[in-house]
């Protein structure tokens, strides 16, 4: 008897529910566990008791992979009988998206989230923690009790193993608008960017619960917090991502719920990476540290809440389900058990130093946490405005992208700024004179930038060109900080130019890492400025033969002479591919031709619009087909001119290879 054999033998759901059931217990034993060794700490049973916690954490770990490993093998196999099965797979998808079909659903996602904080929380184990033995036993509290509350929504609420009365024959399939290569890997680099979180976060509980002053939980997980920063990054671009190759709009974000509700913790963070420099240095801003690191992960469920509990509308949301309230609970008592303790410890995080002075790196430092921790209100108050407004007068108020484009955007510039001058300010304190020495070729750069482009005629719109500038200022500022790095070492080691950049790199992680995330940022930044100001967009009605243009004063004029439709089969016998075809005549020139296209779901009886994209670095041509009439002999097609899109997109690549650099325990001395 073969292995498949014996395990249709088996009755796999309940192994599987009985996997995730045990694992909810382990975790809530390692965390009692873990409590009552600390309390007996100056006896021998401490180690024991520590050693069975770790054992009980990994072996959560352990079965919630079995639970996993049994879902994919019920998705694989089409046990429609399993009713998280029938709803998310069917019998003519692939075998690829039967297999990420686990995270294409309410249930399936959140067993998947939890077995990746599970992976995390067991990790920790791998690692030596010689230097923090003393905040181990309330750290692995903390992420087993977290643990065991998303276990616990699986196994009482969400439960991924439910069965039907029934075996139905075949299932409904995925949502179309998952079968994307973006939607694929989105969600699993998003949860990891979520879940990453949990480790700071708890060693930070464990400190204040420790009564620690200095920085050790902080130092410890400084890599752990990165790593979980850059996958929520990754995560963000790659939902733009897919919102630009699917959605059919034009654009890339929304201003949607759910998107601000991974773009929030981000915000959060982001000021977080750049304070610890503070107080590794001056030993100030611990409150701002230890408050950041708590709200981001109280963030952090709270987007999990948004997404789940259909609370605010979203094109993004699951269904409305049962687990709201339970998610609701969760946030205010671990938001109440945070708070209380970052009040009763509030001397214990007292700054060793003060700011000597207005002009300095220090004070930039805190102004960059000012303008995030705004930006992210801003966010956070828009995106719950709906729930705010119907409190107060009973009708929920939407704002939409409007508000948080005017709110925002100044914030954003005054940023972009920023991150020119405040790698140039020194510690302590610098004068206007030196500062402007400092900062004289950047600015030169900058407002020659002003002037050049607010001299032509077409891209007069004030607060872009200004925004141009800022970004001129500061990429300019940062090449700047690189050529002087490499001539010193040229001068010294007599290096070759490469050999001189590399070593520099190297050697000093954080510090040019930090620079190359800076470059990504601002070359995405200039992206959204085309994107924001400078699109244009059109639809038109054509026969075949007929043709339609759109002009934009970065790349001319756009011909496009409509050739006809084709249908085509899908990938899979449930999809209909309607494909259009455009010849693209460019300035008068012939370049190729275009093709966009709606796939038709059959069992859906949805359609999926997909666009066709032809362009440069500088910009991009996105046509969509809108609809057609009699067979296709005329259609409606929108096209969008997106000047600079694709700057957003390197710039992402550039800002993930940044963090890479900055991050990777190559140098351990690299301060």
Known sequence: MDILSILRELNMPYIGFTAQALAFILAIYSAVVAIVAHVKASSDASVRLLGSAKNSALGATALLTVAVIVLEYLLITGHYQTAYVSGVSNNSASLFFKIVS??????????????????????????????????????????????????????????????????????????????HWGMVIHPPILYIGFTGFVIPFSFAISALIMHQKGDAWMRITRRWTLFAWIFLGAGLLLGGRWAYDVLGWGGYWGWDPVENAAFIPWLVATPFIHSVIMQENRGMMKRWNIGMIMVTFILVIEGVFITRSGVIGSVHAFAQSAIGPYFLVGIVV???????????????????????????????FLLNNLLFVSIAFTVWWGSHFPIISEAFTGEKIVVGPPFFE?????????????????????????????????????????????????????????????????CAFSI????????????????????????????????????????????????????????????????????????????????????????????????????????????????????????????????????????????????????????????????????????????????GIVFILGTIVAGLPINRRSR
């Open 406 to 470: 005017q709110v925002t955007g100044p914030l954003f510039a005054i940023l972009v700024f920023l991150m020119g001058i405040a790698p140039l300010m020194p510690w302590r304190h610098v004068t206007i004179r030196k500062l402007m020495q400092l900062i004289k070729i950047p600015l030169i750069v900058g407002i020659l930038t002003i002037i050049a482009l607010y001299s032509l005629t077409w891209i007069k719109t004030i607060w872009a060109v200004l925004a141009l500038g800022f």
């Open 334 to 364: 671990i938001s109440a058990f945070a708070l209380f303790l970052f009040v009763s410890r509030w001397e214990d995080l007292s700054s060793e130093n003060e700011l000597d002075g207005l002009l300095s790196r220090e004070s930039a």
């Open 476 to 651: 300019t500022a940062i090449l700047i900080e690189y050529w002087r790095g490499i001539s010193a070492r040229r001068r010294a080691h007599k290096e070759n130019f490469f050999m001189a950049l590399t070593t520099l790199v190297m050697k000093n992680q954080r510090r040019y890492g930090g620079y190359l995330i800076h470059l990504g940022m601002l070359f995405s930044v200039i992206g959204i400025i085309g994107m924001e100001f400078y699109q244009v967009e059109t639809q038109q009605n054509v026969a075949v033969g007929e043709s339609m243009t759109i002009s934009s004063p970065f790349v001319g004029t756009y011909r496009l002479t409509y050739l006809g439709l084709s249908s085509e089969a899908g990938a899979d016998s449930n999809v209909e591919i309607i494909k259009g075809t455009l010849e693209i005549e460019h300035n008068g020139k012939v370049v190729g031709e275009i093709h966009p296209y709606q796939e038709f779901f059959i069992r859906q009886q949805q359609p999926m619009t997909i666009p066709g994209v032809h362009g440069y670095l500088s910009t991009e041509l996105y046509v969509i087909i809108a609809g057609w009439e009699n067979n296709g002999q005329s259609a409606t097609f929108k096209a969008y001119i997106n000047p600079l899109v694709n700057w957003l997109w390197f710039g």
């Open 102 to 179: 686990m995270w294409g659903g309410q249930n399936g996602s959140l067993l998947f989230f939890a077995w990746i904080m599970s992976l995390f929380t067991g990790s920790i184990f791998l690692w030596r923690w010689d230097d923090v033995k003393h905040l181990l036993p309330y750290a692995i509290a903390t992420m087993q009790a977290i643990l065991a509350f998303f276990i616990g929504l699986t196994v009482f609420f969400a439960n991924t193993f439910e069965q039907l009365p029934f075996a139905p024959m075949d299932g409904g399939g995925l949502n179309p608008l998952l079968y």
